[in-house]
């Protein structure tokens, strides 16, 4: 059965505002479908939100991986000038918004202004997860990304993953045999 556009909003603010649905009705109708194929980019207006509904997308400064987002995950374009690029590693299919959009709600319903706060609060947690992993003592690293990212290896080269960890290609390559052993 095929879910409702609601159903499929609901994982990304029901913990925000359980009530959304119900205090703010013209949340849904702002949202907007789009899909991705694989190696396709995002528009990067500033301000937009994504809602990742299916799929990974890659974000990157300059060619160097900074983030991944997975399904259930938002992707807010910086409403700043900024060097990234947000890129799909497969097929995906996304809801996305405006800021302007959320604005002109936000002018009739003050709840939003709260939900989109809270939306770019979840957003930093997303950014710091990359701070953390570069903390790590490069033996660490490995399980940290693998426990989030379990089959990152099928959307992403070697080389690239390396990048993200902040190790040499070499060190992934032996922290992966010897998992395999």
Not at 25 to 45: C, D, V, W
Not at 110 to 139: C, G, I, M, T
């Amino acid at each position: 059965m095929r879910k409702s556009k609601e159903d499929l909003l609901d994982p990304f603010f029901r913990d925000l505002q359980p009530q959304w649905r119900r205090e703010i009705p013209a949340l849904s109708a702002i949202f907007e479908e789009e899909r991705f194929i694989k190696g396709e980019q995002l528009m990067n207006n500033w301000g937009d939100l994504y809602l990742l509904i299916d799929g990974i997308f890659g974000k990157y400064e300059k060619k160097y991986p900074v983030r991944y987002a997975l399904a259930g995950e938002t992707l807010m374009i910086p409403n700043h000038r900024h060097s990234y690029q947000f890129v799909a590693l497969s097929d995906c299919r996304t809801y996305r918004t405006s800021l302007k959009q959320l604005d002109e709600i936000n002018k009739n319903n003050p709840k939003v202004f709260y939900l989109y706060a809270n939306l770019k609060e979840k957003q930093q947690v997303y950014l710091d997860y990359r701070h953390r992993l570069l903390s790590l003592h490069n033996q660490d690293k490995y399980d940290f990304v693998f426990d989030k990212y379990p089959d990152i290896r099928s959307y992403v080269r070697h080389k690239e993953l390396a990048q993200f960890m902040g190790i040499s290609e070499e060190l992934l390559r032996r922290m992966h045999r010897d998992r395999e052993y």
